[in-house]
């Protein structure tokens, strides 16, 4: 059993799109982590949350931690297709648990 | 600052050879963990390490995996008398406190 459920598992949209990637989970977390990695690479860090209710900004991206620090969301505008790659959030308890991931496909 | 540095990128080897995987962290990271991960698949957790001390080694194969931390040098991940279901990427990430992890490369290991 995962720890932490990210859903969907796919999505494939069109260029231009909005999305959001769900991470959740019935455990509270000290941190949480949201990465994207590409193929034939390691994931890439995009963020970190720490605060329950907490939303952070990057670019195009937004992050929410939840209020209880048990889940999270990952919400894109406007997704380009420089934005393709498997989407990973991970959750600090006294060691990382990752969610199975999101694949992410934008179609030009 | 450098990152976190994993050598080899691609290792191939013969079923019954050893591998060994190294990892470099960031300069100032006294955790490390390793993962692997199966093609369209997340990241399994195989072991987190601090300086000479195995913490959390719940991931780990009971046989045939090793893994040490030493207070000076990398990381090792080392497997012995390898099977084709080795093959994989393992990842290396280091943190300073376990906070944060950042990730390396990765080492894609082949067994023929």
């Known amino acids: 059993t995962q720890l932490l459920e990210q859903s969907p598992q796919f999505l494939s949209i069109q260029e231009g799109e909005n999305l959001t990637v769900y991470c959740n989970s019935s455990s509270v977390f000290s941190s949480l982590q949201w990465y994207r990695q590409e193929p034939g690479e390691g994931p890439v860090l995009l963020v970190t949350?720490?605060?329950?209710?907490e939303v952070k900004k990057l670019k195009r991206l937004t992050f929410q931690f939840g209020d209880a620090r048990k889940d999270s969301s990952l919400h894109i505008t406007a997704a380009q297709p420089g934005d393709t790659g498997l989407y990973l959030c991970a959750g600090a308890m006294n060691k990382f648990y990752f969610g199975s991931g999101t694949k992410l496909n934008v179609k030009p | 600052n450098a990152g976190v540095m994993q050598n080899p990128r691609h290792l191939v080897r013969r079923r019954g050879q050893e591998a060994r995987l190294r990892c470099s962290p960031m300069k100032g990271h006294s955790h490390v963990y390793w993962y692997r991960q199966l093609p369209e698949e997340g990241l399994k957790f195989m072991v987190y390490l601090q300086k000479e001390n195995i913490i959390d080694e719940s991931g780990m194969p009971k046989e045939r995996f090793s893994a040490e931390f030493p207070k000076e040098g990398p990381s090792i991940l080392r497997i012995q008398q390898v099977v084709r279901g080795d093959s994989a990427a393992y990842f290396c990430?280091?943190?300073?406190?376990?906070?944060?992890?950042?990730f390396g490369p990765g080492t894609r290991l082949t067994v023929l």
């Open positions: 949350v720490v605060t329950g209710g």
């Open positions: 990430a280091s943190s300073p406190r376990g906070y944060t992890q950042y």
